[in-house]
């Protein structure tokens, strides 16, 4: 650290203050100031204090400079330097509101004082009062439209209040002002990345680190546009490159897995989120860390409040344990992952729903009654709903009962569960309940293992009735197999854009002769419809009540059981086909969910799903390639069937 007189707010040295201790050990150790302060202090004895209090300030000792700021004070309570000197040390030990005070008092004394102004930017951008923050970089550049450092701040707070043109123009001044200052560049690949204009960052990221080949934080933040490119080896390599310059950098070991599980090497990855956890295990600080370089974005890392910091931590920590969980789970360690996988409620906000009664842990439930509750998609409910059988066949003779409190779209289907004794909306009163248990903890409390799954299918069912309904809204003419498809999941799924495909990729199938396509999409998606090619959408059938407002997963099941086959991505529908026991194949991303596992072409959740999974991410042809010749064997294969019954 280099303080000068009339320097703003350090944005960060990465160097650790061992003196910083709380407020009162600081000011018990100053000097104490005269009850009447003399006022006429000679200029040069007081010029003389300060250089010694600014000593002491870049030379870490905070306890000693700030003892010293306040002599100084004491002798002059107008001396405008003092005061922002002070509010600076405030600053790095984490006093926003004295800071705040400290440095506005020195504006009130030398309103001309760039610097100042710049300094109370930073205290107020790490304070969270984005809106004063940007007006304080801008009076610094009213003051002084050179100064890099005010450019590079200003844009930092436009990117972080979401007004991205802004943040590029101001990023851009800085590189311009300071073309060898690798933050300028850092910060100015931050705000293209948040563009999504990787290419770009990625030039910005290496001309940071062509300044700087230690700025580990600019290697990580490579990783991340590069993988947004599907570089995935050049991103495993840019974050090593991070690890080799800070070793405790735990974002840079998760995302070197999370690049690793990208091409398939969930072993490599397993290692590196385990490694990740024990250094978080023995206390490690990387969350902190300023990446080898004082960015603006460090002052944020190395002096925003402790509680701040604590869940900061906390959010790494659980996604630490949340990817060692799913790769672990991926390559069937159910013992190891499952555990892990708990730390799922760490993440993002998630919080389990509060309930006097004790969370359910697998003890015996003679005569009690056991909330099951939803927690995350549909898929995800039909899929984990099957351990209500499971409990049930451990526990139902002893008088057990199963609440599931669900969604209203799912309500019908599920009340399709003979293992179900009651649902609930959850806008509707509970009923009596001794314990609870979310749905998707039920493997880890039942002991699973690939082993042991439960797979009592069909486990779900369809009325008669309404699947003769909806057979009456299907095309007349009944080809020789009645397909249907879907191509998109829920677009908020953070995955959805690797675990979807266009529709046009399901042209292959249209090639069949013999092969109807039905439509199983439902809301976002259909669009696609549209706009497909004509001869691929002539051999789409639409069934248009599938589509009506009041249609839920029922409805849907009704029509899935009049169908030869469903073919879609990892969403919800497959599911349904599955656990309704009928023919399915899933169109698997490079990188699959967990719970398909690896190198498999069956499911051990679903006896009637076939997987077919991309040989590299993002190519969908030959999935569907495979499909459409496997179509075909299935069609001659009938054809040859008929012909021999006939003779």
Not at 104 to 126: C, D, M, N, T, Y
Not at 186 to 191: C, E, I, Q, R
Not at 354 to 366: E, I, K, M, Y
Request: proline share 6%; aromatic share 8%.
């Amino acid at each position: 650290m280099n303080i000068k007189r009339n320097d703003p707010c350090p944005r960060g040295s990465g160097k650790k203050h061992k003196e910083c201790r709380a407020t009162d050990e600081i000011i018990a150790t100053a000097p104490p100031a005269a009850a009447t302060p003399p006022r006429n202090l000679a200029p040069e004895k007081l010029a003389a204090c300060m250089q010694l209090a600014i000593k002491a300030h870049q030379e870490g000792n905070l306890l000693r400079a700030e003892a010293i700021y306040r002599q100084a004070l004491a002798y002059n309570p107008a001396n405008a330097d003092a005061l922002h000197l002070l509010g600076v040390i405030a600053f790095q030990v984490n006093r926003l509101t004295e800071a705040e005070s400290l440095i506005r008092r020195a504006i009130q004394i030398s309103p001309g004082s760039w610097q100042f102004h710049e300094s109370l930017g930073k205290v107020l951008l790490i304070a969270g009062s984005r809106t004063e923050a940007i007006n304080s970089y801008y009076s610094a550049l009213r003051l002084n439209p050179q100064s890099a450092s005010a450019y590079n701040d200003l844009s930092v707070a436009l990117l972080d209040e979401g007004k991205l043109a802004e943040a590029e123009a101001m990023a851009r001044r800085a590189t311009n002002q300071a073309p060898n200052n690798p933050n300028a560049h850092y910060n100015l690949g931050n705000v293209l990345n948040a563009q999504m204009r990787f290419a770009e960052a990625v030039e910005a990221y290496k001309a940071a680190i062509r300044l700087d080949p230690n700025y580990a934080k600019a290697y990580n933040n490579l990783g991340n546009a590069l993988e947004s490119l599907g570089r995935y080896e050049e991103a495993a390599q840019s974050y090593r490159n991070a690890i080799r310059a800070l070793p405790d950098y735990i974002e840079a070991r998760n995302n070197l897995g999370n690049a690793l599980a990208s091409t398939g090497r969930l072993d490599e990855a397993a290692a590196c989120y385990q490694e990740a956890v024990e250094h978080l295990a023995a206390g490690s600080a990387a969350g902190r860390c300023d990446g080898g370089q004082s960015d603006s974005r460090s002052a944020v890392e190395s002096a925003s409040a402790p509680i701040d910091m604590d869940e900061q931590q906390g959010l790494l920590r659980a996604a630490t344990h949340m990817n060692l969980a799913l790769a672990l789970l991926a390559q069937g360690d159910f013992s190891g992952g499952l555990s892990h996988y708990e730390w799922r409620w760490k993440l993002n906000g998630i919080s389990p729903p509060s309930f006097a009664q004790p969370r359910w842990d697998g003890r015996p439930l003679h005569e009690r009654a056991l909330l099951l509750y939803e927690e995350q998609g549909f898929g995800d409910t039909i899929h984990f709903i099957r351990y209500a059988g499971l409990i049930k066949d451990r526990f139902g003779g002893s008088g057990c009962r199963i609440i599931v409190r669900c969604r209203r779209p799912i309500k019908r289907l599920l009340s399709s569960c003979r293992y179900i004794d009651q649902l609930v909306l959850p806008d509707e009163p509970l009923p009596d309940f001794d314990f609870h248990a979310p749905l998707m903890s039920l493997p880890l409390i039942m002991g699973t293992t690939v082993e042991t799954i439960p797979a009592p299918v069909p486990y779900l069912s369809v009325e008669p009735a309404l699947a003769a309904r909806w057979r009456e809204r299907l095309p007349g003419n009944r080809p020789d197999l009645r397909v249907g498809i879907c191509w998109q999941g829920n677009p908020q799924h953070k995955r959805d854009r690797e675990r979807s495909f266009n529709l046009s990729a399901t042209s292959l199938l249209a090639e069949v002769e013999g092969v109807q396509l039905v439509s199983l999409q439902w809301g976002a998606g259909c669009e696609q419809l549209d706009e497909c090619p004509p001869a691929l959408r002539e051999k789409i059938a639409v069934v248009e009540e599938y589509n009506r407002r009041d249609c839920d997963f029922m409805d849907m099941a009704a029509l899935l059981v009049n169908l030869d086959l469903v073919i879609g991505p990892d969403t919800a529908i497959i599911h349904l086909a599955g656990a309704l026991d009928l023919p399915v194949w899933a169109a698997l991303a490079f990188s699959a969910d967990w719970r398909w596992l690896l190198n498999r072409e069956d499911s051990p959740w679903y006896p009637s799903m076939q997987l077919f999974r991309q040989a590299e991410p993002g190519n969908w042809s030959r999935v569907f390639a495979r499909m459409r010749d496997q179509l075909k064997g299935m069609i001659n294969s009938d054809s040859a069937h008929r012909s021999s019954a006939d003779n």
